[in-house]
């Protein structure tokens, strides 16, 4: 029984069923961007890290990846809305086509403020892609252009998702229990 300061966690997706839908995604987004010559895949630290590195090997086609750093919401389970930019990216994204990659959908919050922030750079694609969708949470009008699963309401740790800083690098997701 996985646990993680006290609370046990009981699993939601397997390892292989992420490994089968991230080849999928892989698929999908190479049928979109097949006519591109070098795209730059943006993820989000720290969440997006495990799905980024598997989801990139997954993905015929010239690419380069880079990393943006948003503030995250700590030891809480509530998005605060409040992004700040602890690293941007390097790559100067005007013309180029992109694909942003994060972990989970949730309020919408994060994404929707990333989005607009890279957008004004005038990338001439940006697409966006999430392993976890927690549609029922939403509070603003955005969604992800690919998505792994869609999930209940439920704090979800692994595969890149953590608890204050615990449990990323758990092969599967897991809920964590009351
Ligand atoms: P949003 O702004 O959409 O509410 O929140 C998105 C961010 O909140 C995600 O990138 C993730 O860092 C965090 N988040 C939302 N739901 C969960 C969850 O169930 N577990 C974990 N570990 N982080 C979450
Ligand atoms: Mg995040
Ligand atoms: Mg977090």
Redo the contacts with the bound molecule.
């Keep these: 029984m996985e646990t993680i300061r006290g609370k046990r966690l009981s699993l939601l997706i397997k390892e292989e069923d992420i490994k089968k839908r991230v080849k999928e995604l892989g698929r999908e987004v190479e049928r979109d961007f097949a006519t591109s010559k070098e795209l730059i895949v943006v993820g989000?630290l720290k969440?997006?890290f495990i799905f980024m590195a598997d989801l990139v090997r997954e993905i015929k086609l010239p690419l380069k990846i880079d990393f943006l750093w948003v503030s995250?919401y700590g030891q809480s389970m509530e998005s605060s809305g409040n992004i700040k930019i602890v690293k941007d990216i390097d790559v100067d994204i005007e013309g180029r086509e992109v694909l942003l990659v994060?972990?989970?959908l949730d309020t919408g919050l994060?994404l929707k403020e990333i989005y607009e922030f890279l957008r004004i750079r005038n990338p001439s694609k940006l697409k966006t892609c999430v392993l976890l969708d927690k549609k029922e949470r939403r509070k603003v009008d955005f969604n992800a252009d690919y998505v792994g699963f869609e999930v209940p309401n439920l704090f979800l740790v692994g595969y890149g998702l953590d608890w204050g800083e615990l449990g990323r690098n758990l092969p599967g997701v897991y809920a964590v229990e009351d």
């Design positions: 989000l969440g997006a995250s994060d972990d989970i994060t």
